[in-house]
């Protein structure tokens, strides 16, 4: 099987733009998760969909939204960038109690 | 409070030595997951090891080890025969069984020596 994949890997945005990253999960997976990682906060919860329907909510604001298709890909979008948005935002494909992750998006925002 | 806690922020071994990696948690679910992860400097999170709540036995896989102490709410990793390309980011993670996400630790930075 293939595993998570996660584009783009890399993006540089400016201050006030939106970006959108996409996740690919694991054939036959249909939950995914997103997490934001940063030096400060550590790895975060964003949200989780299954089934095309948000299940669960992290505390982030409300710039930070997402969805997922029929075929369980899923989309994340942040609208009106901060420099604080600068991480690796992490997609997890999870089946039961597993997840696993994809590579990451690295998004630096200037 | 901290769900998940890693208080060695760095721990150094020699190679073909073993390691152990501290990780606390906290919860009042009887029912949780928790959970080992490998990040190198390419930024996946690679799934290590998972040890259920209600397993009798420390969960192994390969060279990993969990060693569980429910009563002390501890999860550490071993890592034994330790090699280069053990040198990475590990962190601890627990599911609480009806949640849908993970809680992460701060990580701990391995560095194997040769």
């Known amino acids: 099987k293939a595993g998570v994949t996660q584009t783009p890997r890399y993006l540089i945005k400016t201050r006030g733009q939106q970006v959108t990253l996409s996740c690919s999960p694991i054939?036959?997976?249909?939950?995914v998760s997103w997490y934001q990682q940063t030096p400060g906060q550590g790895l975060q919860f964003l949200f989780e969909?299954?089934?095309?329907?948000?299940?669960n909510k992290g505390n982030f604001p409300g710039r930070f939204s997402g969805r997922q298709f029929s075929n369980s890909r899923s989309e994340m979008n942040v609208s009106t960038l901060e420099l604080g948005d600068s991480a690796l935002y992490l997609c997890?494909?999870?089946?039961?109690?597993?997840?696993?992750f994809g590579q990451g998006t690295r998004l630096t925002v200037v | 409070a901290q769900k998940i806690t890693q208080t060695q922020p760095g721990m150094f071994v020699q190679e073909k030595e073993a390691v152990t990696l501290d990780c606390t948690y906290d919860?009042?679910?009887?029912?949780?997951?928790l959970f080992w992860y490998k990040q190198p400097s390419s930024g996946e999170m690679i799934f290590l090891i998972y040890?259920?709540?209600?397993?009798?036995q420390n969960a192994t896989e390969g060279r990993y080890s969990l060693n569980f102490q429910k009563a002390r709410k501890s999860a550490n990793l071993v890592i034994s025969a330790s090699q280069l390309g053990d040198s990475a980011m590990y962190f601890c993670?627990?599911?609480?069984?009806?949640?849908?996400?993970?809680?992460f630790g701060t990580g701990t930075r391995l560095t194997v020596i040769p």
């Open positions: 040890q259920g709540s209600y397993d009798q």
């Open positions: 993670a627990m599911r609480e069984i009806g949640a849908n996400n993970l809680f």
């Open positions: 054939s036959g997976h249909r939950s």
């Open positions: 997890a494909s999870q089946e039961g109690v597993f997840a696993f």
């Open positions: 919860t009042s679910d009887p029912s949780y997951g």
């Open positions: 969909y299954f089934s095309e329907t948000q299940r």
